[in-house]
C-alpha cells in the first residue's frame, strides 16, 4: 500500500503546491490523477519519490521511502529521465545492474512492439520514441508502484490507443499504475480509480464502478467537482459581441 | 560498493573515451610543435674554434610552450568531465535519485572515477613528454645528449618538473590532491545543478590548476599553498555534497 499523510508542499516563492493531501493506493489499482494545470499532480508524485522536500507522510507498506524500498517505485515522466547520449541496450544493462527485479522479457517485448532501435542513442529518437522509451523503462523496472507523469505528451492518438491497450495487457495483478494526464476521456476505459486535484487538495476520489453505477461518464465528475460553468464561455463571447456592437 | 562502481557505468561510457581522444590530441599537438622547432632550430657557433651549441630539452619545451597545450587539455578535459552530469534533454537525475546505492554516495564515486581520468590525463602528458625528449635526443645525438640531459632537463624546467616530480614530495602529492579536487568538484557541479543549486568551484580550481600547473624545484612554498588550496576546496566539496540531497525548491 502506498500512502500519503498529511503531505504538504510550500515552494520557496510562497506557492501552496500541496495541502494536507491523504491517498491511498493499493496493490493492482489503476488510478487516474487529474487536475487543472498547477493543482499539484506533478509536485505529488515528486514528493512520493522523495524528489522534493515536504510536510507530512509518505509510506509503502508502512515504511518511508528510502533508498532501501525505492526501486519499488518507478517514474515516467515527460520531462524524460533517461541518459540522452546512452542506447536503449546500455539502458537494459543499467537497469538490470540497479534494479534486482528489472523485467528484461517484458523490455524487448516493449521494443519490438514500439519498434524502437537498440543501438541508437536514444537523443536521436523522435519525441514520441522518447516518451515510448521513458515508458519503457518505467514499465520494465520491475517496481509495484508505477507512477506516470504526462508519459504520452506528443504522442499521436493512435499510439496512445495502442499504449493504454498494451499497458491493460501486460500488467500483472500487482503493479499499480498512478498515472497523471489531462487526457481524460481517452483514459477512463483504462483506470479503476479517478483521483481530482484541485489547488493543492483532493477534491474527488471515485471508483470507474461507481461512476458507471451512478450512470455518470469521469467528464461529467470532473466537471461536477470542478463545478465547471458550461455557459462561460457563451457569455463571455456574448459580453465581447455586446461591446463590439 | 559493486553498486557504486556500476552506477558509474554511463558517466564512464561518455567521458572515457573523451578524456582519451583529447589526451592524445595534447600530445599529437605537443610532438607537432616540438618537432617543428627542434627541426628549425639552427646550432649556433660560439667561441674562437666555432663550437656548435645545441637547443637545451627544456629551452626546448619552453619555447614549444607545451604546458600551454597541456592547460587547454586540462580545461577540455574538466569541461567533458562535467557534462555527462548536467541534465541536458532529460532530468537524469530522476533515475540517479532512485539507485540504491543513493546519488551522495554515486557523486562521491563518480568524483573518484574523474580523479582517476584526471590521472590518466596528467600520466598521458607525462608520457608524452618522455618521448618529446626521446625525440631530442635521437636529433641530436647521443654523445651530445644524455641521460642527464633528461634528468636535467626534467628537474630544471617548472612544467616538465611538474609532470614527473620525482622525488619532490610535496609537488606530486600537489598534484594527486589536485586531481581528486578536480574529480571531486567535475561530479560536484552536476548534482548541484540538478538539485538547483549553482556550483561554481570547478572554474576556478580548473583554471588555477591549468595556468599554475608549472613548478619549479624552488617553489615548495607554491605547491604547498596550492596543495592547501585543493585540500580546502576537497574537504569542503565533499561536506557539500553530503550535505545537500535535497532540491532548492
Redesign the interface.
Known amino acids: 500500500m502506498l500512502e500519503c499523510k498529511a503531505v504538504s508542499k510550500t515552494y520557496l516563492t510562497g506557492s501552496k503546491a500541496l495541502d494536507w493531501v491523504d491517498l491511498s493506493v493499493g496493490p493492482g489499482e489503476i488510478v487516474g490523477l487529474f487536475g487543472e494545470n498547477g493543482a499539484g499532480k506533478t509536485t505529488l508524485m515528486k514528493c512520493i519519490l522523495g524528489l522534493l522536500r515536504h510536510g507530512g507522510a509518505v509510506t509503502l507498506d508502512g515504511e518511508p521511502v528510502t533508498p532501501k524500498n525505492i526501486a519499488r517505485l518507478s517514474f515516467a515522466t515527460c520531462e524524460h529521465s533517461y541518459f540522452p547520449a546512452l542506447t536503449a541496450g546500455a539502458h537494459r544493462g543499467f537497469y538490470r545492474d540497479h534494479f534486482p527485479k528489472f523485467r528484461e522479457k517484458r523490455f524487448h517485448a516493449l521494443m519490438d512492439f514500439f519498434q524502437l532501435p537498440m543501438n541508437k542513442a536514444v537523443r536521436s529518437f523522435s519525441t514520441g520514441q522518447r516518451n515510448q522509451f521513458e515508458v519503457i523503462l518505467a514499465l520494465s523496472q520491475g517496481a509495484d508502484y508505477i507512477l506516470m507523469d504526462e508519459p504520452f505528451a506528443g504522442n499521436d492518438v493512435f499510439n496512445r490507443e495502442d499504449f493504454y491497450k498494451v499497458l491493460l495487457g501486460i500488467l500483472e495483478p500487482t503493479e499499480t499504475v498512478l498515472l497523471s494526464t489531462h487526457l481524460l476521456e481517452e483514459v477512463q476505459h483504462f483506470i479503476g480509480r479517478a483521483v481530482l486535484l484541485h489547488r493543492g487538495r483532493v477534491a474527488g476520489d471515485v471508483t470507474t464502478l461507481e461512476l458507471e453505477e451512478q450512470g455518470r461518464s469521469l467528464m461529467d465528475f470532473v466537471k461536477e467537482t470542478y463545478q465547471y460553468r458550461a455557459d462561460r464561455v457563451i457569455r463571455a463571447l456574448n459580453d465581447l459581441t455586446d461591446k463590439e456592437e | 560498493m559493486k553498486?557504486a562502481w556500476?552506477?558509474l557505468?554511463?558517466a564512464a561510457?561518455?567521458t572515457v573515451w573523451k578524456v582519451l581522444a583529447i589526451s592524445l590530441a595534447c600530445a599529437a599537438g605537443q610532438w607537432a610543435v616540438f618537432r617543428s622547432l627542434l627541426l628549425g632550430w639552427e646550432p649556433e657557433p660560439y667561441g674562437p674554434e666555432g663550437e656548435l651549441i645545441y637547443p637545451l630539452l627544456e629551452g626546448v619545451a619552453d619555447a614549444a610552450r607545451l604546458n600551454w597545450i597541456f592547460g587547454a587539455g586540462l580545461l577540455l578535459v574538466c569541461a567533458a568531465l562535467v557534462l555527462?552530469g548536467l541534465d541536458?534533454?532529460?532530468?537524469?537525475?530522476?533515475?540517479l535519485?532512485?539507485?540504491?546505492?543513493?546519488e551522495r554516495a554515486l557523486t562521491l564515486a563518480w568524483g573518484g572515477q574523474n580523479a582517476l581520468l584526471l590521472l590518466i590525463f596528467w600520466g598521458s602528458q607525462a608520457g608524452a613528454a618522455l618521448l618529446l625528449a626521446r625525440q631530442y635526443m635521437a636529433t641530436l645525438g647521443a654523445e651530445i645528449a644524455g641521460a642527464q640531459t633528461l634528468f636535467l632537463a626534467f628537474s630544471r624546467a617548472p612544467y616538465l618538473h611538474a609532470l614527473l616530480p620525482l622525488w619532490d614530495w610535496p609537488l606530486l602529492l600537489r598534484n594527486l590532491v589536485a586531481c581528486a579536487a578536480l574529480g571531486l568538484s567535475a561530479a560536484a557541479l552536476p548534482f548541484h545543478w540538478r538539485h538547483g543549486r549553482k556550483s561554481w568551484v570547478l572554474f576556478p580550481l580548473a583554471v588555477l590548476a591549468a595556468w599554475c600547473f608549472p613548478c619549479g624545484m624552488d617553489a615548495a612554498v607554491g605547491s604547498t599553498f596550492a596543495l592547501i588550496i585543493y585540500g580546502s576546496a576537497l574537504a569542503l566539496t565533499a561536506a557539500n555534497v553530503w550535505r545537500g540531497s535535497?532540491?532548492?525548491?
Open positions: 553498486r556500476t552506477a557505468g554511463p561510457r561518455l555527462p541536458r534533454g532529460a532530468k537524469t537525475g530522476y533515475t535519485r532512485r539507485l540504491a546505492v543513493g535535497w532540491d532548492e525548491d
